[in-house]
């Protein structure tokens, strides 16, 4: 089968026409590049350049050859290293690329042609290996497969029929149905075989009909097998024919030069979208007038960078093998139409609906009664309708879920609705261009400029809408605006003239010659590419050297600040309840594409959409499901008769027995480690181990684990009434540095749920007067003032109740793992929820220090790459340190069988900087 | 219009004059090459695309595919008339 796809010859005639290589063109490429018109590419006739006089010595000439390589190379290795120094990408496994693709590039540009396109397969398929280890194997036999069923000796449709029921079969696999789900690389393999044949497939299908000149099998299997797509799962829907086309179709050194810039340009992108998301786009709570909602419309927007970032990177990285493919993006902030939008933003996207719908669709209809206005009409209509489903599609072989939301759904009516109107009046009026450089007229900039600017605030507030989890949710953000007054309506009518004027004078600017880029993204000239390359790879590796962020003070330290890959504080306290998860359901690419977070397996669900709960309709929201056994986040978790996520224990207490209860959330009930791991079944263990049955002591240590993820304060008080039933002798109420902004988050989800609230809570509703009506900013925004009352008259009445039977109540301070990672300058509130803890008559412990010596926080203590929640050792960590505080603290809790009246605090500031 | 025999610098004037009439009214004609990208310089959109193709089908009695509405056949004068030939030879 693949003897008939390599029909061809090793270099086909269309192709070797084009193929530049510096062996082959004669004269050195420096000494043609510097003589080249700097203001543009070499072009393909400067590929037949005349040769080298035969007196220079070979080995000059070789040298003279490797040079633009050895410039390329040099700053490719820099560019490498920036990436490193900031942490950018790798999550995604780029910078463990990184020599791969260093390494690959030299000695790729230096083979001979033929031996070119098999190494960058062989390199391709190193990179797999070494991102994926052994099931590489699956993913390149899976992959020859689904290439071997395109050139089956069959009729195209029986071929179409097969690659559906094989597709069919491959998607059971990526959600692990059935018989699937016990293959443990599914979760790993199936992600990027998609991401590789899911939109190629159908390209390579569509132009195999087609093909003029048969391809190489090399070729072939490079088109599918590309080396970014080992780390990269959201990737351009490159072109077969482009593919093809574009390998080597200019100067060698110009493409890698082009690749480089681009790369160069992909992590400035990345750069500015980690500004924006640290500090530029407000979180939906922040969202109180007419400046927060323009930051979150449009700071979402530009969040779009991280997409057109990774892009640039990828494509560049092709560049340096050879592969000039076209920009990905040009310029779709300048739209100034809807179609035109949808020409600048995503070519790859458009080119491939053009190619295998539009046309197609277009050639079919066209001879019906509506003529030419109706079937371009309906094809463009059908395209969006193409686009909406395989952009679903596509997340679920990224991400295992199949996204259709009403915002979803919205966003492409309007968009394709939109487009499909400009069409038909653009093929009724006619499309007006020109090849020559335009005359400035103040009438025509001006329209421009307006046009750019609604194009710019409708497609940022239409991106926001289709971001928000529903259009109340939309609705309610841009409400917001209505707190501000009108001197701030003025203030912001008057910026946006002033960037249309801004918009009116560059356009003049443009006409008498002024030009704003350095150079053409498109086709950058050698010379002037590699400076702009260089200099700003230099740059930014500088600032992110720590001797010179010292000397560079508060700027120095924002630099600093940007050489971490994190979550901002908001999204890391989303993820600790499992917002995340959801956000993984909506349309937040950003979200989805954000680094190791992308690699988060379909089957790791949060608590409350698991199987492991009961659903109800009260302040509980999810119980434990009673007496079952069952996998959650890949581990095994034994939920005992009265819900506990624990062994069994009688409800009364044997004679004996030293009992605690535990009352907490996921890291107490600890998700994705076995039972006898967590945290206090560890230090049950060394209680009963060390302690149990010596003088003085109890028979038998028991910590009954009433801990449930996502739980705050608002479940644990009613679920007191369970708790004193077990007649406990010790009450342990852990807290974490998220206790306020947990409680507030189910406040809110009871409120909107409708959910009768116990007489303190609906008081404090009723006095903070929110309602299901309000949206979520608006009611965290209420709630707010009344956070500690709530937390205290909860804290409080917990206590009550605790000694009630004779419990002693202590607050223990518990560190989360992601704690380290936050932005600099942020403080916890450990004092702060100290304090009301005090108040409500807690007696507070901290084991606040359990952490102490980790160094890579991210690789020792968390659970996954993408859940940060502690692993095995962190839970070993954390019931060590409460078993020597336990024991510290013996005598005076009572628990070596001598009761104490006084127990000494802490000191707040050892617990709380730990 | 039969296609036969149709020299492709005629073809050439014809969908040059189309083009610049149709969508670079104003524009000088001598900046209009052979070998001028058409669809890869952003002259030619996907609707300007189907009007061409249509005004090449009725005026040369071809008929295009869909695979065909592409740069690879129809991004220069020199392209379009090497096109219209193939389909009519």
């Known amino acids: 089968m693949f003897a008939r796809m390599g029909a061809g010859t090793h270099d086909p005639p269309c192709l070797m026409d084009k193929h530049t290589s510096l062996e082959e063109t004669g004269q050195p490429l420096w000494r043609r590049l510097l003589h080249s018109n700097a203001s543009s590419a070499p072009s393909a006739s400067a590929v037949s350049a005349p040769s080298l006089p035969v007196s220079q010595s070979a080995v000059a000439a070789r040298v003279a050859e490797l040079g633009p390589i050895a410039l390329v190379a040099l700053q490719l290795g820099l560019l490498l290293l920036t990436f490193n120094v900031f942490d950018l990408e790798r999550g995604s496994g780029f910078v463990a690329l990184a020599p791969l693709i260093l390494g690959g590039f030299v000695i790729h540009a230096v083979l001979p042609m033929r031996l070119r396109m098999p190494f960058f397969l062989a390199l391709s398929l190193a990179g797999f290996w070494l991102l994926l280890g052994p099931p590489a194997l699956i993913l390149v036999g899976l992959g020859l497969g689904l290439i071997g069923i395109c050139h089956l000796p069959i009729n195209l449709w029986a071929r179409v029929g097969l690659l559906v029921a094989v597709g069919v079969a491959l998607a059971m696999l990526r959600v692990g149905a059935g018989l699937f789900a016990q293959l443990t690389w599914g979760p790993v393999v199936m992600p990027v075989l998609g991401s590789m044949f899911m939109f190629r497939l159908i390209i390579y299908l569509y132009d195999l009909q087609h093909e003029k000149v048969p391809a190489t099998i090399w070729e072939r299997l490079s088109y599918f097998f590309l080396l970014p797509n080992a780390c990269f799962l959201l990737f351009p829907v490159v072109d077969y024919q482009t593919f093809r086309r574009t390998y080597y179709d200019t100067d060698a050194a110009t493409i890698y030069q082009k690749g480089v810039f681009w790369m160069f340009r992909g992590m400035t992108h990345l750069l500015l979208y980690r500004i924006l998301y640290y500090y530029i786009v407000p979180n939906p709570t922040q969202v109180v007038d007419l400046w927060t909602v323009v930051l979150i419309v449009f700071g979402t927007y530009l969040l779009y960078l991280k997409v057109s970032g990774l892009f640039h990177l990828i494509i560049g990285t092709l560049g340096l093998f050879g592969f000039n493919l076209p920009e990905t993006y040009h310029r779709y902030l300048l739209a100034s139409g809807f179609n035109d939008f949808w020409r600048r933003s995503n070519i790859y996207w458009k080119d491939f609906m053009m190619k295998v719908f539009y046309y197609p669709m277009f050639m079919r209809l066209r001879k019906r009664k509506g003529g030419m206005v109706q079937a371009v009409g309906l094809a463009t209509a059908g395209v969006f309708l193409v686009t909406w489903l395989l952009h679903s599609y596509q997340w679920f072989w990224l991400l295992g879920a199949f996204p259709l939301t009403i915002t979803d759904v919205l966003f492409w009516s309007v968009f394709g609705g939109l487009v499909v109107v400009n069409s038909v009046s653009q093929l009724k009026a006619g499309k007006k261009g020109s090849l020559s450089k335009p005359v400035f007229s103040f009438k025509k900039a001006l329209t421009h400029a307006l046009k750019v600017m609604g194009m710019l605030i409708f497609i940022a507030a239409l991106w926001s809408f289709w971001y928000s989890p529903t259009p109340a949710a939309w609705l309610g953000m841009l409400a917001q605006a209505g707190n501000s007054g009108p001197v701030d309506f003025a203030l912001l009518g008057l910026i946006i003239v002033g960037l249309i004027a801004i918009g009116v004078g560059v356009q003049y600017a443009n006409s008498r010659g002024v030009r704003f880029t350095l150079l053409d993204p498109a086709k950058p000239a050698f010379s002037r590419a590699a400076m702009v390359t260089s200099l700003g790879v230099l740059v930014i590796l500088g600032l992110g050297q720590p001797q010179a962020q010292y000397r560079l003070g508060g700027f120095g330290d924002f630099v600093g600040s940007l050489q971490e890959d994190r979550l901002t504080e908001f999204d890391a306290q989303q993820a600790d309840k499992g917002y995340y998860e959801a956000l993984m359901t909506t349309n937040s690419i950003t979200a989805q594409v954000g680094g190791s977070r992308n690699q988060k397996p379909p089957d790791w669900k949060p608590l409350a959409a698991s199987d492991a709960v009961i659903r109800s309709n009260d302040l509980f929201l999810y119980r434990l499901r009673p007496s079952s056994e069952l996998i959650f986040k890949r581990a095994p978790m034994t939920v005992n008769q009265w819900g506990m996520r624990d062994q069994e224990y009688t409800r009364e207490k044997p004679d004996g027995t030293y009992r605690i209860a535990l009352l907490g959330a996921s890291i107490e009930m600890g998700a994705g480690v076995l039972d006898d791991e967590t945290y206090e079944a560890v230090a049950e263990a060394r209680l009963n181990a060390e302690q149990a049955g010596r003088e003085g002591r109890f028979d038998r240590y028991e910590i009954l684990n009433f801990s449930i993820g996502g739980y705050s304060v608002l479940q644990h008080l009613p679920l007191m009434d369970e708790v004193v039933t077990f007649q406990p002798d010790l009450l342990l109420y852990t807290g974490h540095t998220i206790e306020d902004f947990r409680m507030t988050q189910l406040f809110i989800e009871l409120v909107q749920k409708g959910i009768d609230l116990p007489p303190h809570l609906e008081a404090i509703r009723q006095q903070a007067r929110v309602d299901s009506t309000l949206s979520e900013a608006e009611i965290k925004q209420r709630l707010e003032p009344f956070e500690a009352e709530i937390l205290h008259e909860g804290y409080t009445r917990i206590v009550a109740q605790a000694r009630e039977v004779g419990a002693r109540p202590i607050w223990l301070f518990v560190p989360r793992t992601e704690e380290k990672k936050r932005l600099e300058g942020q403080q916890l509130p450990v004092e702060e929820l100290m304090g009301l803890a005090r108040d409500a008559g807690f007696t507070v412990l901290s084991i606040g220090d359990a952490y102490d010596g980790i160094d890579d926080v991210e690789e020792e203590l968390f659970l996954a790459p993408w859940d940060d929640h502690p692993n095995v050792a962190a839970h070993q960590l954390l019931g060590n340190r409460l078993y020597e505080e336990l024991i510290e603290n013996g005598a005076t809790l009572g628990l070596t069988g001598r009761a104490a009246d006084t127990l000494p605090e802490p000191s707040p500031l050892s617990e709380s900087t730990d | ?89």
């Open chain 2, 1 to 89: 219009m039969s296609t036969t025999a149709v020299p492709a610098t005629d073809i050439k004037a014809s969908v040059k004059e189309y083009i610049l009439t149709k969508f670079l009214p104003g524009e000088d004609p001598n900046m209009l090459e052979d070998t001028t990208p058409l669809i890869t310089g952003g002259v030619l959109d996907s609707i300007s695309t189907v009007e061409l193709v249509s005004f090449l089908e009725e005026q040369y009695g071809v008929e295009f595919e869909a695979h065909e509405m592409s740069a690879d056949y129809l991004d220069t004068l020199d392209q379009i008339a090497a096109t219209v030939q193939s389909k009519s030879a």
